[in-house]
DNA sequence: CCATTTCTGTAGTGATGACTTCAAAAGTCT
DNA sequence: AGACTTTTGAAGTCATCACTACAGAAATGG
């Protein structure tokens, strides 16, 4: 069995965290591959023997990044607690000591290039997914009850969904924890009234 | 008088609405010099005569930006009006058919290289001046009478900032202008219990 | 007219981007 | 041991980056 050949001189998680945490910090096109490799510890005919290309290295870190990093649709007993642990755990998680503010898939390629095409597209899907995750619970608190039947679970999701990828850009222009627990508050300050079936929806615009 | 020399041979003005519509469009780094040329219609000597270099055309763009497609603190009444008339005149803004989604401010440079840190603060600067100035209306608000004299004007502003910033990124993942209309709605929903003095902010779930 | 000033297009500058070539190194297999 | 396989470091490839040198073009002042 085993490996033939010689063996590889580097940990490949490891050098796969180091390689995660500057695209997190630096997103897809600002992470030189100079930079990548001094952070992984290894030269760059290792990282292409190891990861490929350098947009293959990047979806590899998103992954471990959703892994380690990512934030869960919280197990609460109801569809309001479960949305609320969301908000405060994405509060705790932009804003980690030691860490870079905010979430990588919001931040990682906000602006499109055309050979960057693939990167904006892929990260776009993962918040898409994220946002029906969410949606997926509100749903289930229809099921369970704690949600009445005409609750318009897209806008909800997307209301929320709004939040949290604002509050990644607060955490970088320096909001701490504890403002963004805040926020995290506000937001979920509506929620009897934006949950009472359909009656938000009728109003229209409610700019009066 | 006049001026002396061989004139311009194109409108500077409309050069530079070109390069800050491509700046919006791509970011900072985003936008090669081969692309703002070509947007513009002149050569990169004619560029540097008029705009010194790239980072200069780009804050002048931001400028640009902000005088014909920023958002205003909507003049209104009430705080309360004012606050939902910029969170719909954003849903409007950032889904602006023929124009590309989002909030330039926002979207045109998150991620932070080192030789990018000058336009990275710059952009996180006017990003807290809009907050600030929608912290403003607030207190005007206060001293109008039509808002509590405890309101904690910081965590509001940093709350309706979070979700305008969040609501760029929503644009530019492809949900419209009704979708963004619904989250401007769903954001105002828990207007009375925020505003309703230090209410909101005996709870303190803030801090864990 | 000529001198002066400023702009414009062509063509290039050095630096840096992602990615490779290649020979030596370091293992396994028989 | 020696053939084989794979990794590693040093150096190099080619494209693209922001930016510029330069000479000719187009205006004004005398």
């Known amino acids: 069995m085993a490996e033939r050949g010689r063996p590889r001189g580097f940990d490949r998680q490891v050098a796969l965290r180091r390689a995660m945490e500057v695209f997190w910090e630096h997103g897809y096109e600002g992470a030189s591959l100079t930079e990548l490799t001094a952070a992984m ?4 005919p290792s990282l292409y023997a190891a990861f490929s290309c350098k947009e293959a290295l990047f979806r590899e870190s998103v992954r471990l990044y959703e892994q380690q990093e990512g934030l869960m649709v919280a197990d609460a007993p109801t569809a309001r607690a479960a949305v609320a642990g969301l908000l405060r755990a994405g509060a705790l998680a932009y804003t980690e000591p030691d860490k870079p503010a ?6 990682a390629a906000t602006t499109y290039t055309p050979k960057t095409e693939g990167i904006r597209d892929h990260l776009r899907e993962r918040r898409r997914a994220a946002s029906e995750q969410l949606r997926q619970r509100l749903e289930q608190g229809v099921t369970d009850g704690d949600l009445p039947p005409g609750v318009d679970t897209r806008a909800l999701a997307d209301y929320f969904t709004t939040v949290l990828n604002g509050m990644s850009t607060q955490a970088r222009d320096g909001v701490g924890r504890a ?9 979920m300050v509506g929620w009897d009234l934006l949950t009472a079936g359909e009656a938000g929806r009728s109003e229209p615009s409610a700019s009066r």
């Open 41 to 44: 510890g290894i030269n760059a």
């Open 102 to 107: 905010g979430c990588m898939v919001v931040l």
């Open 179 to 187: 403002g963004l627990l805040a926020v995290a508050d506000a937001a």
